[in-house]
């Protein structure tokens, strides 16, 4: 199967301003149908896009996961392509508190 990044990517760039928000807001986390819709796709989408987020956010130098605002409806984690942090609700808190003090970019630098 050939993966199509350029679209994935194109996705998270819309994604991007509302996890943004979110941060910045300290709003309470999406869930995957939730973010889907706000970007008009269906929640099985999310992988892709949020991976495309997360390829950006471990090139960084701080690593800091900001895909980690995108979580399962019946887990309240993420889901099992992440790894901002081990999927622990106390680990998951923990990279919450990081991306809710970063200062994001408010349009997807990628």
């Given at each position: 199967?050939?993966?199509?990044?350029?679209?994935?990517?194109?996705?998270?760039?819309?994604?991007?301003?509302?996890?943004?928000?979110?941060?910045?807001?300290?709003?309470?986390?999406?869930?995957?149908?939730?973010?889907?819709?706000?970007?008009?796709?269906?929640?099985?989408?999310?992988?892709?896009?949020?991976?495309?987020?997360?390829?950006y956010?471990?090139?960084?130098?701080?690593?800091?996961?900001?895909?980690?605002?995108?979580?399962n409806?019946?887990t309240?984690?993420p889901?099992?392509?992440?790894?901002?942090?081990?999927?622990?609700?106390?680990?998951?808190?923990?990279?919450?508190?990081?991306?809710?003090?970063?200062r994001?970019?408010?349009?997807?630098?990628?």
């Amino acid at each position: 199967m050939t993966i199509n990044w350029p679209l994935h990517e194109r996705r998270a760039r819309r994604a991007w301003p509302h996890l943004v928000k979110c941060a910045k807001n300290a709003g309470p986390t999406f869930t995957y149908g939730d973010l889907s819709a706000k970007i008009g796709v269906h929640h099985r989408a999310a992988r892709w896009f949020l991976g495309a987020i997360q390829r950006y956010c471990d090139a960084q130098r701080d690593g800091c996961p900001l895909q980690a605002l995108a979580v399962n409806k019946a887990t309240g984690l993420p889901g099992t392509g992440y790894h901002g942090s081990p999927r622990t609700k106390k680990d998951h808190r923990a990279a919450l508190m990081r991306v809710r003090k970063k200062r994001w970019p408010p349009k997807a630098p990628f």
